[in-house]
């Protein structure tokens, strides 16, 4: 059955979005960020914001972000993709900007302006995907990298006294007025996968709203900075990353869970 | 034409040449529907390909396109008449 051809009369279930071109991405075998951007290409067809979403892309693995949707995209200096986004939100109030960053570029030279935006309550969309090492320069410690964990900048395991210990950034931007939804969620299995994608449709809809900024922190697999097999990188997350990164909803405005009331899933 | 039965029937097709060799969906398949191949692509990957013998076990869950991280799978359902014809 599996070589037969594909009869016309056949219904896709399930298929790559409408938004995202025909092309591999560049990512290493068993990235999260491939599934990530998947997500945010699926809620972007549902939404039904082509015309209307600007793509911001930041610096590190997430910088050809612009390459995978078919939407406009603008790049933005290393950690200043909220700062971009902002400004072109305010130019462009009917234009919905939305970012994908990575822990190195939000968590590390881009603390302030995420810090910032959330608390002027932006109407715009941050993905922040947490990998726990700065994965395209080769893996080396960020701010979220967990304590005794090996990177190649710390040969023997990120220790407290030297390097201090790792940045919780939902929770600390929970804290703020300004953001409508903070939420953490994971990609280890289907089932995460799944409230993952509903999570972030919640963070395009907010801002749409106007209610403030969407921001949700996804814990990637990143197996070849790790030192994992691709197969063992999800229960790498489940042992190691869940524990220092506890999974749920940090902030949600009242007007937000109206809004959650209306999304599949 | 009588049409005894009809049941519904899924199958996936992999894009070999966007595969990575991940097996995220060799991990996730409840129905161990996916193998690897003894080829390789493109990228030097044995990339994932469906299993003949149980390509029929595939229920359609779309896990394994869930977790493709490379969005290499896509997933069908299909209507398949089985009747006799008399």
Redesign the interface.
Same mark, same amino acid.
């Given at each position: 059955?599996? &070589?037969r051809g *594909? &009869?016309d009369?056949? &219904?896709? *279930?399930? %298929? %790559?979005p409408d938004i995202?071109p025909d092309r591999?991405?560049h990512?290493?075998? /068993?990235? /999260?960020? /491939?599934?990530t951007q %998947?997500l945010i290409g699926e809620v972007l067809d549902d939404l039904r914001l082509r015309d209307k979403a600007i793509c911001v892309g930041s610096i590190g693995c997430t910088v050809t972000s612009y390459l995978y949707y078919d939407v406009d995209g603008t790049e933005a200096p290393h950690g200043r993709a909220p700062a971009v986004a902002t400004a072109i939100k305010r130019c462009h109030p009917d234009l919905h900007p939305f970012a994908i960053q990575g822990d190195g570029d939000l968590a590390s030279i881009g603390m302030a302006e995420i810090v910032h935006a959330a608390a002027r309550g932006e109407n715009i969309t941050i993905i922040f995907a947490n990998n726990a090492n700065y994965g395209m320069t080769g893996g080396q410690l960020a701010p979220t990298t967990l304590v005794g964990m090996y990177t190649s900048s710390t040969i023997a395991g990120r220790k407290e006294d030297r390097h201090g210990f790792p940045i919780r950034v939902s929770e600390m931007l929970a804290t703020l007025d300004g953001p409508a939804y903070i939420s953490r969620v994971s990609l280890h &299995?289907?089932a995460n +996968? %799944?409230k993952a994608r509903k999570a972030i449709e919640i963070a395009f809809r907010a801002p749409l709203e106007g209610l403030g900024m969407g921001f949700v922190e996804v814990l990637s697999?990143c197996?070849i900075n790790w030192k994992v097999e691709? +197969?063992n990188a999800?229960q790498w997350i489940v042992d190691n990353m869940i524990p220092q990164y506890p999974l749920g909803e940090f902030k949600c405005k009242p007007e937000v869970e109206e809004l959650k009331k209306a999304v599949r899933g | 034409m009588l049409i005894s039965e009809s049941r519904k029937?899924? =199958?996936?097709?992999i894009d070999k040449?966007?595969c990575?060799? $991940? @097996? @995220?969906c060799?991990? #996730?398949c409840s129905k161990n529907v996916i193998g690897i191949s003894k080829n390789i692509n493109r990228f030097g990957?044995n990339y994932a390909? !469906?299993?003949?013998e149980k390509?029929?076990e595939c229920t359609?869950c779309?896990?394994c396109?869930?977790? $493709? !991280?490379?969005?290499a799978?896509? #997933? =069908?359902?299909?209507?398949v008449l089985e009747g006799d014809i008399d």
């Amino acid at each position: 059955m599996s &070589n037969r051809g *594909i &009869n016309d009369m056949d &219904n896709a *279930i399930f %298929r %790559r979005p409408d938004i995202m071109p025909d092309r591999a991405t560049h990512f290493c075998p /068993g990235c /999260g960020h /491939g599934i990530t951007q %998947r997500l945010i290409g699926e809620v972007l067809d549902d939404l039904r914001l082509r015309d209307k979403a600007i793509c911001v892309g930041s610096i590190g693995c997430t910088v050809t972000s612009y390459l995978y949707y078919d939407v406009d995209g603008t790049e933005a200096p290393h950690g200043r993709a909220p700062a971009v986004a902002t400004a072109i939100k305010r130019c462009h109030p009917d234009l919905h900007p939305f970012a994908i960053q990575g822990d190195g570029d939000l968590a590390s030279i881009g603390m302030a302006e995420i810090v910032h935006a959330a608390a002027r309550g932006e109407n715009i969309t941050i993905i922040f995907a947490n990998n726990a090492n700065y994965g395209m320069t080769g893996g080396q410690l960020a701010p979220t990298t967990l304590v005794g964990m090996y990177t190649s900048s710390t040969i023997a395991g990120r220790k407290e006294d030297r390097h201090g210990f790792p940045i919780r950034v939902s929770e600390m931007l929970a804290t703020l007025d300004g953001p409508a939804y903070i939420s953490r969620v994971s990609l280890h &299995n289907p089932a995460n +996968v %799944r409230k993952a994608r509903k999570a972030i449709e919640i963070a395009f809809r907010a801002p749409l709203e106007g209610l403030g900024m969407g921001f949700v922190e996804v814990l990637s697999m990143c197996p070849i900075n790790w030192k994992v097999e691709p +197969v063992n990188a999800p229960q790498w997350i489940v042992d190691n990353m869940i524990p220092q990164y506890p999974l749920g909803e940090f902030k949600c405005k009242p007007e937000v869970e109206e809004l959650k009331k209306a999304v599949r899933g | 034409m009588l049409i005894s039965e009809s049941r519904k029937t899924s =199958y996936i097709v992999i894009d070999k040449d966007k595969c990575k060799a $991940c @097996y @995220y969906c060799i991990a #996730v398949c409840s129905k161990n529907v996916i193998g690897i191949s003894k080829n390789i692509n493109r990228f030097g990957f044995n990339y994932a390909e !469906p299993i003949e013998e149980k390509a029929h076990e595939c229920t359609g869950c779309k896990s394994c396109a869930i977790m $493709c !991280p490379d969005i290499a799978i896509t #997933v =069908y359902s299909s209507r398949v008449l089985e009747g006799d014809i008399d």
